[in-house]
């Protein structure tokens, strides 16, 4: 997919470097098409890895796609520098009036805190009630899809004995569900988190399909009956040395924690991961942008939500 962004952002070189279709503003403007418009509510620390993370998964359809970014103002990111977030980034002050075909809301390293001890919560909620009328379907990820699940159905997170940090094995519960379309029985999925959600409080909302789910690791995706919201609690956006770092940054800190499982080879993190999860994690989000995005969502994209 050629993917609209700002010409000097910062994931443009990267991205064309592995050969993935960037276009700039320059080229789009002459073709003679309705782009589909998508939103990133980027909630990380770490924003220019998570921005290039998630345009390399939006990097396969024949679509055009405009990206914006937002930004949480109630929060005051430190690990970014602020020329970037005034260059790339819009408040929701500024595009509330807007509509937009997709929408994606990340995670964010809060997970341990209670939703309202979360210092953008208020912000947050707002931004989730107004996608309900302005986004013709939004994707949640990790945190962000543990939020999702809180605000709109008052499903709670719970804490885990340890982190779930590793690959794990995923089945897919609804075989004939667009989203999986072209998946293996079985694939693989990256996971880093404290907290959960349980099957049995997604089983209880008659408004909630649970569509796949690991043995190890949990409940994986959740849609609403209605496709307009879907919830993954793993990071099929991960590269390949995303959990490594982690995993050495928690060590660097002192904190106790396993070696990530099903990442490095014979569970030596001296030894280089092997990734086995990225085709899957492309055909993920192709499958949302296509079926539940492009297909579905109006020409007229004022409409959206009427």
């Known amino acids: 997919m050629p993917i609209k962004i700002a010409d000097s952002l910062p994931a443009r ?5 592995e050969n993935i279709f960037v276009m700039t503003e320059h080229v789009a403007i002459h073709q003679d098409i309705r782009p589909l418009k998508l939103l990133i509510l980027n909630l990380m620390p770490t924003k220019i890895i998570t921005e290039t993370q998630l345009l390399r998964k939006l990097s396969n359809t024949p679509l055009q796609i405009e990206v914006e970014f937002l930004q949480t103002i109630s929060h005051e990111a430190k ?5 970037h977030l005034e260059s790339f980034y819009t408040s929701f002050e500024e595009i509330k009036h807007k509509h937009y075909d997709g929408m994606i ?3 964010a390293p809060v997970e341990n805190l209670e939703f309202e001890d979360v210092d953008y919560w208020p912000e947050l909620c707002s931004i989730m009630e107004w996608t309900s ?4 379907s939004t994707f949640h990820i990790c945190w ?8 709109h159905y008052g499903i709670k997170k719970v804490p885990l004995q340890k982190k779930t940090s590793g690959v794990f094995k995923h089945r897919v519960l609804k075989p ?6 072209g998946f293996d029985d079985e694939f693989w999925v990256p996971h880093s988190r404290y907290t959960g959600v349980l099957a049995r409080d997604i089983l209880a909302e008659p408004e909630l399909e649970l569509l796949s789910v690991s043995d190890e690791a949990g409940v994986f995706a959740v849609k609403s009956e209605d496709n307009r919201r879907f919830f993954i609690t793993g990071h099929p956006e991960y590269d390949a040395e995303t959990l490594a770092l982690e995993y050495s940054r928690d060590i660097q800190k002192g904190i106790e924690i396993d070696v990530p499982k099903n990442y490095f080879p014979n569970d030596d993190p001296t030894q280089a991961p092997v990734v086995a999860w990225r085709a899957h994690a492309q055909l993920l989000y192709t499958n949302w942008l296509n ?9 007229d994209i004022e409409t959206i939500g009427k």
Not at 144 to 151: E, F, N, P, R, S
């Open 105 to 107: 809301i990340t995670g």
């Open 144 to 151: 962000g899809a543990q939020a999702g699940l809180y605000y």
């Open 176 to 181: 004939q569900s667009p989203f999986f379309r």
């Open 291 to 299: 079926y539940y995005v492009y297909q579905t969502t109006p020409y």
């Open 79 to 83: 690990n970014v520098d602020t020329q």
């Open 133 to 136: 009328h302005n986004i013709h």
């Open 13 to 17: 070189d990267i991205l064309e470097n």
